[in-house]
């Protein structure tokens, strides 16, 4: 694992995409392969525009580069920590946002309906959305990009993760149209939303003691939800039609908890979504969908 003198980036993609093959990670924040893992963690460390020009992987590291871009590569390797934590960056629906370990690292298939403006699943543009555990912000912030009339408020338990949200927020200049609040759930919440996005926990237990252990950096209270899963979506369920408005809609992240919610609900109309790009377990429900659904939601 010890480094050439006076590599090219070129040289150092070769290498640190060896070493993250022979090392079997776990690809699943951001990347799926040791090409594409060692691009983000090289050109993060180093400064370098992803779509920069191919003269760029001629250039010579300096030492202290060289030293810092090894670093990273020891911590990957050896302690399994994501790249998006070891370069405090991850890319969200082609956005960049700061991210660290008082978040999830942001791979919610979310961003393709956001980037297509959620066609065909809206009548008009929302107004008034809510990100609901919305983590570092990603999945709200994309939306108020997406809908600059829009009114967004970004709502957490976690006083941590609303602290890097809040960071996020400035960071794409959006902080006169989005709102951070601290609530469980809807708990502290008062509006009425034409648009409720939500990527919960919904992990069981079982689940999180099976991960690969570059999950085990991002926080349990992100992942973990009780009753096999399903508890903290089934509460989303049970409230959300009381801070929709008349024609809104819920669009949910259950991820592979998705076959236990549809066999737990079978009289709830869910629409589950399809992705060019990959994903599975995300739903729409309309507000009435949910308020005839209510005496099935218990």
Avoid at 60 to 74: C, G, Y
Avoid at 229 to 251: M, V
């Amino acid at each position: 694992m010890q480094a050439g003198l006076g590599e090219t980036v070129e040289q150092v993609l070769e290498r640190v995409s060896r070493q993250f093959e022979q090392a079997e990670l776990f690809y699943g924040h951001g990347t799926d392969n040791p090409w594409d893992e060692a691009v983000y963690l090289v050109f993060s460390a180093l400064g370098i525009p992803f779509d920069c020009d191919d003269s760029m992987l001629q250039k010579t590291l300096t030492q202290e580069e060289q030293a810092h871009v090894d670093a990273l590569v020891r911590a990957r390797i050896d302690a399994r920590i994501p790249v998006a934590y070891l370069v405090r960056e991850a890319w969200f629906a082609g956005l960049p946002f700061t991210v660290d370990e008082r978040v999830l690292i942001p791979r919610s298939p979310l961003a393709e309906l956001i980037l297509k403006d959620f066609e065909p699943l809206l009548a008009r543009p929302p107004a008034s959305v809510l990100d609901l555990c919305t983590g570092s912000g990603c999945i709200g912030i994309a939306t108020a990009l997406a809908f600059p009339e829009a009114r967004v408020e970004l709502a957490d338990i976690s006083a941590d993760a609303l602290a890097l949200a809040r960071e996020n927020v400035i960071r794409h200049g959006v902080q006169e149209r989005v709102s951070v609040h601290q609530s469980d759930l809807f708990a502290s919440l008062a509006g009425r939303y034409d648009l409720i996005l939500s990527n919960p926990p919904y992990v069981s237990q079982e689940e999180i003691d099976e991960l690969p252990q570059e999950y085990r950096h991002e926080p349990a209270l992100g992942l973990h939800s009780q009753d096999n899963g399903l508890a903290i979506p089934l509460q989303i369920l049970r409230e959300a039609a009381n801070y929709l408005s008349e024609d809104g809609l819920l669009i949910m992240e259950v991820g592979y908890s998705h076959e236990a919610l549809a066999e737990r609900l079978p009289g709830v109309p869910f629409l589950w979504l399809e992705f060019e790009h990959g994903g599975e377990g995300l739903f729409a429900l309309t507000a009435g969908q949910l308020r005839e659904a209510s005496p099935l939601l218990g």
